[in-house]
């Protein structure tokens, strides 16, 4: 997997990159070093999951490969950023391909998410705490999501990849809309215990 | 601040799936530029956008992307710069009133009630809006013809539900009515954003509907 990267003639790095790498020291090699064999170990792990987000949106392949394009180049740009907020790595890619969704689709004018993260970095709150360990946080949600009930699930994943507004996943599934809240407060609270570890 | 009322929690997982409508996040946004407590519970519900990346099935890109992102890396970093608390807005809202709260032109709607309109979201459904409740007035009885999330940026009012001070955010469904009283020694201002898929004639109209009931 990372044998063309190791010959790279253009990266000039000299460390190369070791599979059982974490993702998250990798972001950090990108943001202190610009180490791009880390970023292209993270686009290697990540840009084909986020293809299929792209996908599911409805892009077309080209378009789908120009927002994986735009995601890393942000990535690239907005590493510094990253060692300064707590998270996974797959936390922090997942938002910035959340933003690039949002503009790709119009959907909003203004910038909320950026606000917040501005007002995010001025705030006092302790920063860069048990980043090694947010990897660990994130197994462990990904296995209590596979936990929550069929139902659960699917409410889940049609909100968050497959960007459904919670009106059109009832349309989509027949259910009441209310229906979908209540599954959806059903699952955080199953999911609760795991995510609060990440404080 | 000390916020009492939070947003139910599946708006908070729809705000971090980014699939609110442009006016709800807005208002959401606004919230949580008030509430450290609020801006947690968002950054944890984000890894459970998080997790679903990291076990999303793989799609093969095309050949050469690596190479493609490689060559198109150049030595631009974007510096977010931390904000500068100024002004008596929150970020999130000080693009949509640059002369501040003290600045709008307001529209008188009712006894003791008047309103200032901030725009509709780009998909034409839900509208953005000021609203301002005099000193211990009430305001007519009514519910919502969708999701109504209502924000506290000055003053109090009292309903069924308790006493909403600066910060706290009301998230009503449809099925909900109630009838805020302003909290006497200040004008309570608000912002709200209401949902407009109904059918009136006019948009003001259509957006007072839910509202005042006309």
Redesign the interface.
């Known amino acids: 997997m990372y044998a063309v990267l190791m010959s790279d003639p253009e990266s000039g790095q000299p460390r190369g990159i070791d599979i059982m790498d974490e993702p998250n020291d990798l972001l950090m090699r990108v943001a202190h070093s610009q180490d791009k064999f880390a970023l292209a170990a993270l686009f290697n792990l990540y840009g084909p999951r986020i293809k299929s987000m792209m996908l599911k949106l409805g892009a077309s392949d080209a378009l789908a490969e120009d927002l994986v394009q735009e995601t890393f180049l942000t990535v690239w740009r907005k590493a510094a950023l990253f060692s300064s907020q707590r998270g996974a790595a797959s936390t922090w890619i997942f938002t910035i391909a959340r933003n690039l969704r949002i503009d790709q689709l119009r959907r909003q004018s203004n910038k909320p998410y950026e606000d917040l993260s501005k007002i995010e970095l001025a705030s006092d709150a302790p920063t860069g705490s048990f980043l090694a360990e947010q990897h660990q946080v994130i197994d462990r949600v990904t296995i209590a999501l596979g936990a929550l009930s069929v139902e659960q699930q699917e409410v889940v994943r049609l909100s968050f990849i497959h960007d459904l507004p919670h009106a059109e996943i009832a349309t989509r599934i027949g259910i009441p809309l209310g229906t979908v809240k209540s599954r959806l407060r059903l699952a955080y609270e199953r999911l609760r215990p795991m995510l609060e570890d990440l404080q | 601040m000390t916020i009492h009322h939070h947003p139910?929690?599946?708006t908070l997982?729809?705000f971090?799936?980014?699939?609110?409508?442009?006016v709800y996040?807005?208002v959401?946004?606004?919230h949580?530029?008030m509430s450290?407590g609020g801006?947690?519970t968002v950054?944890?519900?984000?890894?459970?956008?998080?997790?679903?990346?990291?076990?999303?099935?793989?799609?093969?890109?095309?050949a050469g992307?690596?190479d493609?992102?490689?060559?198109?890396?150049d030595g631009?970093?974007?510096?977010?710069?931390?904000?500068?608390?100024r002004g008596d807005l929150p970020?999130?809202l000080q693009?949509?009133l640059p002369r501040g709260l003290d600045g709008v032109r307001w529209k008188w709607t009712g006894p003791g009630v008047a309103t200032a309109d901030l725009g509709w979201s780009?998909?034409g459904h839900s509208r953005l809006m000021l609203l301002r409740v005099a000193a211990g007035r009430r305001v007519p009885e009514h519910g919502h013809g969708g999701q109504e999330l209502t924000l506290i940026l000055r003053g109090a009012y009292k309903d069924r539900f308790g006493v909403f001070a600066v910060g706290d955010i009301a998230d009503h469904?449809e099925d909900v009515e109630h009838q805020p009283i302003a909290e006497p020694g200040e004008d309570c201002i608000c912002l709200v954003a209401v949902d407009a898929k109904l059918t009136f004639r006019g948009r003001l109209m259509r957006a007072l509907q839910p509202l005042f009931g006309l």
């Open positions: 139910d929690i599946a997982m729809a971090s799936a980014g699939t609110l409508d442009e996040t807005t959401v946004a606004t949580l530029a450290e801006r947690e950054k944890r519900i984000d890894a459970i956008g998080g997790a679903l990346l990291a076990t999303e099935t793989e799609e093969t890109l095309a992307s690596l493609r992102l490689l060559s198109a890396l631009d970093r974007i510096e977010v710069v931390p904000h500068d608390e970020l999130p693009s949509f780009k998909s469904d």
